[in-house]
């Protein structure tokens, strides 16, 4: 089973930037399209960020132009550039599969103060 595990979260002030990494036990990136989640307290888990196994990528309005999602197949880790950050940002982020199959990862806090 593969694990996926997120990093990178923390604690920044609205305008300001965090880039969030995702790391797989093995080579899963360069053919299943994957995802970046989040989830805000008291609300549902929705997808912010897709990656195609081509490499097409696509956002969330609330996210477009601010976030950005990569990977690097040699590494096993996608990311999530996110700037210019605000407070609606604040979140659990996960990565899984899209559509999202299997546990979920711990996540990764990004907080953003005002």
């Known amino acids: 089973q593969v694990q996926l595990v997120e990093s990178g979260g923390g604690l920044v002030q609205a305008g300001e930037s965090l880039r969030l990494s995702c790391a797989a036990s093995r080579s899963i990136f360069g053919n299943n399209a994957m995802g970046w989640y989040r989830q805000a307290p008291g609300k549902s888990r929705d997808l912010v960020a897709s990656i195609l196994s081509g490499g097409r990528t696509n956002y969330a309005e609330s996210v477009k132009g601010r976030f950005t999602i990569s990977r690097d197949n040699a590494r096993n880790t996608m990311y999530l550039q996110m700037n210019s950050l605000k407070p609606e940002d604040t979140a659990v982020y996960y990565c899984?599969?899209?559509?999202?199959?299997?546990?979920w990862g711990q996540g990764t806090q990004v907080s953003v103060s005002s």
């Open positions: 899984n599969w899209l559509p999202p199959r299997g546990s």
